[in-house]
C-alpha cells in the first residue's frame, strides 16, 4: 500500500498520531531529505512515546530525481510492501514532490490513500481574513520577472470573471520585496497578507497594501494571499 503523509508545518505537535502511526509500519519511507527528516522522525516517536514495528529504508525522494526514483518505488510496491512518502513539511504533491509518482499509480490502478495534515496555503488563507468564497493556489510564484508581470496580469483578467477570488503563492524571502512592487506597480489598491513561519516561533502575518509592505524584510517560508 502507498501513503501519502501530511507532516506538521512548523510546529511538530501538530503532527497527527494517525501520521506517525502510518511511518511506523511502513517498509519504506520516502523523503526530501533523508537527515532532516530522521531528526524529526525521532522527535515525533519520542513525542507519542512509539517506535518502529520493523526495520525501514529511508529513500530521498525530491523534485529532481522523482521521476528517476519511480521504477524502484513502483518495484517495493509490487512487492507488496508498504511504502509512505513525506516532504519536508505539509502534504505531499502541494509544491512538492509526489505527482508524478501519484500520476502513475492511478495509471495502473495501483491503490493509494492520503494520511491528512496541515498545508500552508490553506492556513495562510485562514489567516489573512481574506477569503471570500473564490480561492486560486498559484503555487510557488515565477523566477523571472517577466513571467511575474504574466502572473499579476493574468490574476486581474481572472478577477474580472470571478470578483472577489483570493489568490495565494509562495514566494521566496529574495524575491518577495519585488514582488511586492511589481503588485503595486499594477494593483496599488489590492489587499495583501504576508504569512511567514507559520506554525513556528517567529511567525508574522502581516497585513496592508502593497506600498505599505514593499520596505519591509522578510524571513522563512513565506505565503502571500492577494486580493483584488
Known amino acids: 500500500m502507498f501513503y501519502l503523509v501530511g507532516t506538521s508545518l512548523g510546529n511538530i505537535k501538530d503532527t497527527s498520531f494517525r501520521a506517525v502511526e502510518t511511518l511506523i509500519k511502513v517498509d519504506v519511507i520516502l523523503c526530501e531529505d533523508t537527515r532532516t527528516f530522521s531528526v524529526y522522525y525521532q522527535k515525533v516517536q519520542d513525542l507519542f512515546k512509539i517506535q518502529p514495528i520493523k526495520p525501514q529504508k529511508l529513500i530521498s ?14 518495484a517495493y510496491l509490487n512487492e507488496n510492501k508498504d511504502v509512505a512518502l ?17 500520476n502513475q499509480l492511478i495509471k495502473i490502478e495501483s491503490p493509494f490513500t492520503i494520511i491528512p495534515g496541515p498545508t500552508a496555503f490553506v492556513n ?5 481574513g481574506l477569503f471570500s468564497g473564490k480561492l486560486l493556489f498559484c503555487g510557488f510564484f515565477p523566477k523571472k520577472i517577466s513571467q511575474v ?11 474580472k470573471i ?4 483570493s489568490f495565494v503563492f509562495y514566494e521566496s524571502p529574495h524575491r518577495i520585496n519585488k514582488t ?21 516561533k517567529f511567525e ?14 522578510y524571513k522563512g517560508e513565506i505565503s502571500v494571499i492577494l486580493k483584488l
Do not use: H, W
Not at 513525506?86 to 501519484?102: A, K, R, W, Y
Not at 502575518?205 to 520596505?215: C, E, M
Open 86 to 102: 513525506v516532504t519536508e513539511s505539509g502534504m505531499p504533491t502541494i509544491s512538492d514532490p509526489g505527482s508524478i509518482l501519484i
Open 61 to 74: 525522494y525530491y523534485q529532481k530525481i522523482e521521476f528517476e526514483k519511480l521504477p524502484l518505488v513502483l
Open 124 to 128: 495562510a488563507l485562514v489567516l489573512s
Open 180 to 200: 511586492l512592487e511589481i503588485i503595486n506597480q499594477l494593483i496599488p489598491n489590492a489587499d495583501i497578507c504576508v504569512c511567514r513561519e507559520m506554525t513556528k
Open 204 to 217: 508574522e502575518i502581516i497585513r496592508g497594501k502593497p506600498s505599505q509592505l514593499i520596505d519591509k524584510k
Open 162 to 165: 470571478y470578483p472577489k477570488t
Open 149 to 159: 508581470y504574466q502572473c499579476i496580469d493574468t490574476m486581474m483578467q481572472i478577477d
